[in-house]
């Protein structure tokens, strides 16, 4: 009985959620089309699923230019036949659209969750204007407080040991786990698109998230963080209960 209720609920909470992102992709989409852009940025995870359901839809998918940002998205631009570009022919992006597994009042985020955070900021950094997508349960007063994984941060398999030992000493309070493919551990470490793999860093609340990213990023051995400070002009975030959503 207990047991039916937990898996009703689960599934209820599974379902809201899904029309929170769905609501986010689709009106971070409608509000990219509006400005017509020639190439566009798009990101990965299953919220940016619904921003390239909805620009399918348009007919100005047959013009405009698509850069991935991860493998998943480039299946999707090939299975939804868009327009596929790369950095090198593209290094200058009018704008992209990305998920985000935490996002705080400053437009500040955690990102990776889907293990494509460096490929996610290539394609940021690129872009002259960059939006983020969400349901509700992303949105937080304070990043570290919401996601429940961690910061990832993407190491290169050689510096795996010395860089969870340094993080360990740097950070005594924190919690370092290797992402693994699944949660037996049977099929070894989750390896990223550029062959490395993940470290999830639990540090708690953090106050100063611009901080934490350079403390991380200037190790040898680490690719990037998954901390995107002030990187967003705007959120599109999705009321999983109804609808609509906010513009933050
Ligand atoms: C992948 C990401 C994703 O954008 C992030 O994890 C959000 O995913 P979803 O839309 O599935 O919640 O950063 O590396």
Redesign the pocket.
Known sequence: MYACIRILRRQFSTQSAERG?QWAGHAAMKHLIQSKPSVIGL??????VYAIEYLKQHPFSNDVVCIPT?FQTRQLILQNKLKMGSLDNYPIIDMTI????EIDLELNAI???????FQ?RLVAQASDRFIL???DR?RSDQLGTKWIKGV?VEVMPIALTTVQYKLERMFSTASIKLRMATPTDKAGPVVTDNGNLILDCHFGPISDPGLLYKEIKCLSGVLDV?LFCKMAETAFIGNNQEDKGEII
């Open positions: 992102k990101g990965s995870g299953s919220t940016i991860s990305d998920g985000a597994d990102k990776g969750g889907g293990a494509c955070l996610e997508v969400a349901d992303k990832p998954g």
